[in-house]
């Protein structure tokens, strides 16, 4: 009788291992999204972006991003699913923090303590050949950054034939919901530069170009 007993325990016991494992097992699968490393120091941008907006902005904004998108996903077909087919396919808040994830990701490693001046190979052709030179390019890449009304994100995309595009994105959204590849993006929600320029978002727009690694945006063409 104590054989038989131990035997049914030892039974139970090994199941609920078993069970306890696939669950375990289970949550493993689910993907979790992480803040991003920048590639510099915080206060390498100085003083086109100061350290305090760094650390605010990635540390703090961009970490409740990805905090929110984690606790968001788990249950839902995005689970598993990447980062850009998420911000193509969901809506509502999965959708506002995948998107603003994916923007800051393209955001903060587009810049370089030692970045500024033009692209040069085939994204200069191509913004000549679009724009007619790199300045009339920037004119109408600041005025789309200044002239969106609220937040949201200028960006310089590339569509399936290789030709690019300017556009306004209110919010978090990114041009993958078009079908583009976006390229380069500017941020223009306050808590992006209130810290540095207070009201003057066309002075915050003006400076980023100082610090744009062009190599950086090149390789996403």
Same mark, same amino acid.
């Given at each position: 009788?104590?054989?038989?007993?131990?035997?049914?325990?030892?039974?139970?016991?090994?199941?609920?291992?078993?069970?306890?494992?696939?669950?375990?097992?289970?949550?493993?699968?689910?993907?979790?999204?992480?803040?991003?490393?920048?590639?510099?120091?915080?206060?390498?941008?100085?003083?086109?972006?100061?350290?305090?907006?760094?650390?605010?902005?990635?540390?703090?904004?961009?970490?409740?991003?990805?905090?929110?998108?984690?606790?968001?996903?788990?249950?839902? %077909?995005?689970?598993?699913?990447?980062?850009?087919?998420?911000?193509?396919?969901? !809506?509502?808040?999965?959708?506002?923090?995948?998107?603003?994830?994916?923007?800051?990701?393209?955001?903060?490693?587009?810049?370089?303590?030692?970045?500024?001046?033009?692209? %040069?190979?085939?994204?200069?052709?191509?913004?000549?050949?679009?724009?007619?030179?790199?300045?009339?390019?920037?004119?109408?890449?600041?005025?789309?950054?200044?002239?969106?009304?609220?937040?949201?994100?200028?960006?310089?995309?590339?569509? %399936? !034939?290789?030709?690019?595009?300017?556009?306004?994105?209110?919010?978090?959204?990114?041009?993958?919901?078009?079908?583009?590849?976006?390229?380069?993006?500017?941020?223009?929600?306050?808590?992006?530069?209130?810290?540095?320029?207070?009201?003057?978002?066309? !002075?915050?727009?003006?400076?980023?170009?100082?610090?744009?690694?062009?190599?950086?945006?090149? %390789?996403?063409?």
């Amino acid at each position: 009788m104590l054989t038989l007993c131990l035997s049914l325990l030892l039974l139970v016991t090994n199941n609920s291992n078993n069970s306890s494992s696939q669950i375990t097992d289970k949550k493993e699968e689910i993907m979790k999204f992480e803040l991003i490393k920048l590639p510099y120091a915080a206060n390498a941008l100085e003083p086109v972006i100061s350290k305090a907006t760094i650390e605010f902005h990635h540390g703090k904004h961009l970490q409740a991003y990805v905090n929110n998108l984690n606790n968001l996903i788990p249950g839902t %077909k995005f689970e598993n699913a990447p980062l850009e087919q998420i911000v193509a396919e969901s !809506d509502g808040a999965i959708f506002n923090n995948a998107g603003q994830i994916l923007n800051h990701n393209l955001y903060f490693t587009q810049f370089s303590p030692k970045g500024g001046g033009e692209p %040069k190979g085939k994204l200069a052709e191509a913004i000549k050949a679009t724009w007619g030179s790199f300045d009339n390019f920037k004119k109408e890449f600041n005025a789309a950054s200044v002239g969106l009304f609220g937040s949201g994100w200028a960006w310089l995309s590339v569509d %399936k !034939d290789g030709k690019l595009h300017i556009t306004k994105e209110p919010n978090g959204s990114n041009p993958v919901r078009a079908g583009l590849k976006p390229l380069l993006g500017f941020d223009v929600w306050e808590h992006a530069y209130y810290l540095d320029y207070q009201n003057r978002r066309a !002075d915050h727009v003006n400076k980023l170009w100082e610090i744009i690694d062009w190599d950086v945006v090149e %390789k996403r063409l």
